[in-house]
């Protein structure tokens, strides 16, 4: 007898098979049969009418800290998302963050890379939690926000990110847009890239650039993991800026020309036409050399040249030229009267350009943070379509005023653009939640639905599915998500979190 069957469900097996309807029976954590009359079991639930699919497996999240919330934070479970990959864009907790606090608003311990893993382990995880080992966090740990290494200092980040893959990283990611992970050359890179081959471990890459210098970028990351022999994950794959719109098919041929050429390389893509990341992307990445921002930003031949820099474009000019000031909602700032407000409303306010009015807000708040409408919606649904990329929220801290991706990424990938405008079908949608992204990063048995399978699953309604959140209130419920498990556990039930930590940190190798 097993422990639970799962029943008169659409079972989909997250590796883009047909989709059936049967059975779902689960014992011990684990999926040990599908089909029809599997025999008796302790419990059985009905879902006839309904979707039975593997959990979701957000590759692109930044939910590193939220274990550490004093009450358990369902906002992914009622996603549907069982897994999530922290630690990218560069920016990790360990090992001693404790230097990138002004950038990143958050003070934590100087944790070596084991010591935050046990942890948030301690803390208890509302779902299953793999990281990365950031970049950026590697080079403040040695340079700080220097732009020049020292001898020696890259050494000892190749030793500390070996220290970080034995502990259990599931890959190295970089932000290249930002300091300091930005201040890096490309050799700096393939070396650290060559610590995650030795380790079996891929590179996720936010890509130095994703407007104007897109192919460059791309060109750059593609040529790091040929060298290093890793695979190559490109988070949050766009483009970026009006002037750069309708270039989709170039991103999606570099990365096909690219696996032609022996690198496995895929992508990630959130559902929106809007990012969101601190305000001082905005600026040129040399604005917060040496950890001094705001000093720079406080001179006026500084301010100066940095809008020359901005305005001129390029990679390592910041956000500036991608965006206008009607494009840019502040989302975070120590001054609350700023929060939800456009950077023009805000230029106006204070009576100053929009440049102005940018230096200052960062100046007084380095860790502020903005949404910032970006793409062009042919270019997302091109991008979303092809077979190499998944799905990533790249969520924020489930929070305030954060984008709506945060509680709403899955269920309107699923209503928006599988139910209402059939960008892809039901079975490659799964796929694109599910397998794509767990097989990228060796999350073993996840990410599919079949004997052998760890039993983490979600059950949703297919008519129902989606996120009403918007830009003004983005926490909204999602709909149509039904039932969840955890290793077969009941996490969610008729829609409701049942308020139990049942997750699990992966530790990959």
């Avoid at 917060?288 to 040249?305: F, H, I, M, W, Y």
Wanted: negative net charge; aromatic residues 6%; charged residues 20%.
């Amino acid at each position: 007898m097993v422990d639970l069957i799962l029943s008169g469900g659409t079972v989909y097996d997250g590796l883009g098979s047909p989709a059936f309807v049967g059975d779902v029976a689960i014992s011990g954590g684990w999926v040990v049969e599908t089909g029809r009359e599997l025999g008796a079991a302790r419990r059985v639930i009905d879902v006839t009418g309904l979707a039975v699919a593997p959990g979701f497996v957000d590759a692109h999240a930044h939910s590193d800290l939220v274990p550490l919330m004093a009450q358990p934070q369902p906002f992914k479970l009622l996603q549907g998302v069982t897994t999530e990959v922290n630690g990218n864009c560069g920016f990790s907790y360990a090992p001693d963050a404790s230097v990138l606090a002004e950038v990143t608003g958050v003070a934590v311990p100087d944790w070596m890379f084991a010591e935050y893993l046990e942890t948030i382990t301690a803390a208890g995880p509302t779902n299953h939690m793999a990281t990365l080992i950031g970049h950026s966090t590697l080079r403040a740990a040695v340079a700080g926000f220097d732009e020049r290494l020292r001898d020696g200092d890259l050494e000892r980040m190749c030793d500390l990110a070996a220290a970080a893959f034995a502990a259990g990283a599931c890959g190295l990611s970089s932000g290249l847009i930002y300091p300091p992970g930005g201040y890096a050359g490309t050799e700096e890179l393939v070396a650290l890239a060559g610590v995650a081959h030795g380790y079996g471990a891929p590179y996720a890459t936010h890509l130095r650039d994703e407007g104007a210098g897109l192919a460059a970028a791309l060109d750059e990351a593609i040529e790091v993991a040929r060298r290093a022999r890793v695979r190559l994950q490109v988070s949050h794959c766009k483009v970026a800026g009006r002037a750069n719109h309708g270039r989709a098919r170039m991103l999606l041929d570099r990365l096909r020309e690219a696996r032609m050429r022996g690198v496995d390389v895929r992508g990630d893509q959130y559902p929106y036409v809007a990012g969101a990341t601190v305000l001082a992307a905005l600026l040129p990445p040399s604005a917060l050399a040496g950890g001094r921002v705001r000093e720079v930003l406080a001179a006026p031949a500084e301010r100066e040249r940095l809008r020359a820099r901005a305005e001129a474009g390029g990679t390592g000019a910041g956000l500036w030229q991608d965006v206008t000031p009607e494009d840019v909602l502040v989302t975070a700032h120590a001054e609350p009267s700023y929060t939800g407000r456009s950077l023009a409303d805000i230029a106006r306010r204070l009576e100053v350009d929009a440049w102005a009015a940018t230096c200052a807000l960062v100046a007084a708040d380095p860790a502020a943070t903005m949404v910032a409408f970006l793409m062009a919606e042919e270019d997302l649904t091109e991008i979303m379509a092809d077979p190499l990329i998944g799905i990533g929220s790249d969520n924020g801290l489930p929070t305030g005023l954060e984008h709506p991706r945060t509680w709403g990424c899955f269920p309107r990938f699923f209503g928006t653009y599988v139910r209402e405008r059939e960008v892809v079908s039901w079975e490659e949608a799964v796929r694109k939640a599910t397998s794509a992204n767990a097989d990228q990063f060796a999350l073993r048995g996840r990410g599919w639905l079949g004997p052998g399978a760890w039993a983490d699953i979600c059950v949703f309604d297919p008519g129902t599915i989606g996120h009403a959140g918007t830009y003004a209130t983005p926490s909204a419920r999602p709909s149509g998500i039904v039932h969840v498990l955890l290793e077969g556990q009941v996490v969610v039930e008729s829609g409701e979190f049942t308020g139990e930590r049942r997750g699990r940190v992966l530790r990959v190798r």
